[in-house]
């Protein structure tokens, strides 16, 4: 569904990538990688998951650019703020 699409996050062109394993050492839904400019999504995940998981990891890109970096290293605000946002949109512009 997503695989392959570009995202352009205040500048810079992240693409997504829907893998098999997104971390080998550590499960997780997905994961930005600043250095590459990926976003990598679990591909058995359904869509709705995968959707929220792509609100959190452009999330973290937001925060990195940003200089927000106490935010983007909070995975609980990460989180608590992505969820709300793709609930925000998908209940009233999606």
Do not use: W
Not at 16 to 27: A, I, Y
Not at 75 to 83: F, I, N
């Amino acid at each position: 569904m997503m695989d392959g699409a570009t995202f352009d996050v205040l500048g810079i062109k992240y693409k997504v990538r829907e893998v098999p394993v997104v971390n080998k050492d550590e499960p997780r839904k997905g994961q930005i990688n600043f250095l590459t400019n990926e976003i990598l999504l679990d591909e058995s995940m359904p869509n709705d998951v995968k959707e929220q998981t792509l609100m959190h990891e452009i999330l973290h890109a937001i925060c990195d650019l940003t200089g927000n970096y106490d935010i983007g290293d909070n995975e609980t605000a990460v989180q608590s703020l992505s969820t709300a946002l793709y609930y925000f949109f998908k209940h009233n512009l999606l």
